[in-house]
């Protein structure tokens, strides 16, 4: 049997003159879903039923891994930023040279993914199999900061693809199908990586690990909403994909993933809460603002979130001619 090694996927560049002459006009795409309000759309123009067909791959990137490649490449002033999961690359989008790679070693994970990064004021976040958040200068990749915030020994990580915004970056913990684990919410400092505030999506219990300032009345709502057999520890809520934001109204839009056991709620009766919930916190504090659930007592692994990205095995950039 024949491997690919993962490359960046198609980026949907163009050569045309158009394009060119209209580049001031161009629209980075900074985070997992383009803008905070993950609306994925793009203005741009210069690709259409017309000269769709012309695309042409101008250059393409080998990563150089035999690895699982989910990564939602960013763009922002001519350069791409891709994740695997051990490592962070910048490439100029021209000509697929790479700018700068940071490597991290750690013990890889099962899955062996991670979903991507997000980029604010000349820094790029992206968190890690081993449980951190990490930043680097979006220029050259030096290390600015790295901050635990979920326990790689009891099968937490932190695939998903974080949202920053003004001063904060905006991430949560996976792992929420292994017993025990629980999905929690974090906002950090952009700047120092410092611990704002920490919510739990599902009931906190004393021994609870605390890592930050706890959002009040974080798990207040949600603790008689589980009615667990005996033996049968409250599991699940964790976060695998990205997040929404609106600056306007001030929230954060949490999409809460399935309780466990997964496959038999008949031990975890009641409504598991805040699984299976679209759930809106405070941008500020991580006050629940409200929630909303999708399926109660899920007898099935999921997230009623935006669906991932899934990239080709390598990334391309193409341009019409």
Known sequence: MHWKLPALAAAGMLCLPAFA?????VKDWPS?????????????????????????VLCSFDTGEQTSFQTGLLEVDGTLFATTEHDTISIDANNCKQNWRAHAEFASGVLKVNR???WLDGRVFRGTTDGRVVAYTAKTGKPLWSTVIADPAKGESVPASPIAWNGLVFIGNAGGD????????????AATGHIVWEFYMVPKAP??????????GAGSHSATSWKN??????????????YSLDPAKGLLY????????????????????????????????????????????????GTRSK???????????????
């Not at 002459?21 to 006009?25: N, Q, R, W």
């Not at 997992?32 to 042409?56: G, H």
């Not at 057999?229 to 990205?242: D, E, N, R």
């Open 116 to 118: 991507g990064a997000a």
């Open 178 to 189: 292994n017993k025990g684990v629980k999905g929690r919410m974090y906002a950090l400092d």
């Open 254 to 301: 949490v999409p809460g993933g399935n309780p466990a056991p997964d496959f038999n709620g008949d031990v975890r009766m009641g409504d598991n809460l805040y699984t299976e919930c679209v759930v809106a916190l405070n941008l500020d504090s991580g006050k629940l603002q409200w929630h909303f659930q999708f399926t109660r007592t899920t007898p099935w692994i």
């Open 307 to 321: 669906s991932r990205f899934w990239s080709t095995p390598h990334i391309r950039v193409r341009c019409a001619s």
């Open 32 to 56: 997992y879903n383009n803008t905070l309000t993950s609306e994925r759309y793009s203005t741009l123009d210069a690709i259409d039923s017309k000269n769709v067909a012309r695309l042409k």
């Open 207 to 216: 021994g609870d690990a605390a890592r930050g300032t706890e959002a009040p």
């Open 229 to 242: 057999a005996k033996g049968i520890p409250v599991t699940g809520g964790a976060t695998w994909t990205s």
């Open 21 to 25: 002459e209209g580049a001031s006009a």
